[in-house]
Nanobody, 116 residues
Framework: QVQLVESGGGLVQAGGSLRLSCAAS????????MGWYRQAPGKQRERVATITRGGIANYADSVKGRFTISRDNTKNTVYLQMNSLKPEDIAVYYC??????????WGQGTQVTVSS
């Protein structure tokens, strides 16, 4: 089992930056894929970015060039650096882990609000 705890959300002006962190309760070295998803009010949860064990990152088109995902296996933490934030980035951001058996784990989410 692994538990995920997100932090770093908050209120920022449009054009500003935030860095989200996802701390895992155990080593993430063996976790195949970790990622960030978001859910805006009235919308379905969508993938933002994922990163593999080998460090290969993949981004949604809407965040390419603005967001950067990274993982620090020594700290059991995954990060999402978000720059040039827009009002359309407003959502609850969730950390996700895909385990070796194919099961998934989710964090409780952290709110990101962007004022225009």
């Amino acid at each position: 089992q692994v538990q995920l705890v997100e932090s770093g959300g908050g209120l920022v002006q449009a054009g500003g930056s935030l860095r989200l962190s996802c701390a895992a309760s155990r080593s993430i070295f063996s976790i195949n894929t970790m990622g960030w998803y978001r859910q805006a009010p009235g919308k379905q949860r969508e993938r933002v970015a994922t990163i593999t064990r080998g460090g290969i990152a993949n981004y949604a088109d809407s965040v390419k060039g603005r967001f950067t995902i990274s993982r620090d296996n020594t700290k059991n933490t995954v990060y999402l650096q978000m720059n040039s934030l827009k009002p359309e980035d407003i959502a609850v951001y969730y950390c996700n882990a895909v385990l070796r058996d194919g099961s998934t784990r989710w964090g409780q989410g952290t709110q990101v609000t962007v004022s225009s």
